[in-house]
């Protein structure tokens, strides 16, 4: 956790009262908080998950966890949502979980129980919300600021700490479900600016009504027929609804080095977790 410092006049109060917020950002872990697994898929007749909650930091903990519902966009970012739209099916009603609050000392772990329990008329299809570990304010660092003030001063010290959380996805999977990937319009985009790497950029597209979730690899063949693994990115999805997500590889090659005549390929594969199962590869020659 991040602690800013800095002092203001008492005219300026209730502007700095405002940034008091907690911000929860989709992510697998951050800061002293670990979790895992980072997602739950309920598949078939499975009907509760456990999550391993860690405190790897120095200082007491305390998260509330709420489940909440998400939208990818194309870029594979996450936007809040509370309603609904085109094609979304939330699994939130489904879920139950325990506990909802958990208070974790420096190096100790909790355990989650989450459990689906699905209606009798439910759909076939996928469903989808997010399980929130929203951290607590400490009350040492949420005291009024008028205790902070010292008699006869025109300036108060505030203390501001950064709240930061984290959510995973919980799927819901019922009845008949799949889904096929292709990836198109692969291109090798030079750096636009000084010190920067090439990347390479593709789409790829889902159709069926489930997710894919795999990981993304970029490989080019030299005309002399050598191979090297240019780029790599891991746990890449396309969630139901979206039939589209646009994607940014950068490449991971030593500075200086010129990728030209050879193939550039690249491949989507699920997980080793799961199987490794080949989703869909594609390539395009590089002059």
């Known amino acids: 956790m991040r602690i800013l410092r800095f002092k203001t006049t008492k005219s ?9 917020v907690v911000s929860v ?14 997602r739950i898929v309920f598949e078939k007749n499975q009907r509760s998950a456990q999550i391993d909650v860690i405190n790897d930091g120095t200082a007491p903990a305390t998260y509330r966890l709420n489940i909440v519902n998400r939208r990818m966009t194309e870029s594979g970012e996450f936007q809040a949502i509370t309603e609904p ?3 979304d099916q939330f699994a939130g009603p489904m879920l139950v979980f325990s506990p909802r609050q958990i208070v974790l000392q420096p190096g100790t772990q909790q355990l989650v129980r989450i459990a689906v329990r699905k209606p009798a008329d439910l759909a076939p299809g996928e469903y989808r919300s997010h399980l929130s570990f929203e951290k607590v304010a400490d009350p040492a660092l949420t005291n009024s600021i008028e205790g902070q003030m010292k008699p006869g001063a025109n300036e108060v010290g505030v203390t501001i700490a950064a ?3 984290v959510s995973i996805p919980v799927i819901v999977r019922h009845g008949d479900t799949e889904a096929v990937v292709t990836l198109s319009d692969i291109a090798l985009e030079k750096p636009k600016a000084a010190g920067q790497p090439p990347v390479i950029a593709l789409q790829m597209h889902r159709m069926g009504n489930r997710s894919v979730y795999g990981d993304l690899t970029a490989t080019f063949k030299s005309s002399s027929g050598s ?3 240019v780029a790599q990115a891991g746990g890449v999805a396309v969630y139901v609804p979206n039939a589209l997500r646009r994607v940014r590889l950068t490449l991971q090659t ?6 030209a005549g050879g193939t550039l390929s690249v491949t989507y594969k699920e997980r080793t977790a799961d199987g490794g199962k080949l989703l ?8």
């Open 85 to 87: 739209g085109p094609g």
């Open 12 to 20: 300026l109060l209730i502007a700095l009262l405002l940034l008091l």
């Open 227 to 229: 191979e090297q693994v």
């Open 280 to 287: 869909a590869e594609n390539a395009v020659q590089i002059p």
């Open 25 to 38: 950002a989709p992510v697998p872990a951050f800061a002293d908080l670990m979790i895992n697994p980072t």
């Open 163 to 165: 709240l930061i959380g």
């Open 254 to 259: 030593p500075a200086g080095t010129v990728l």
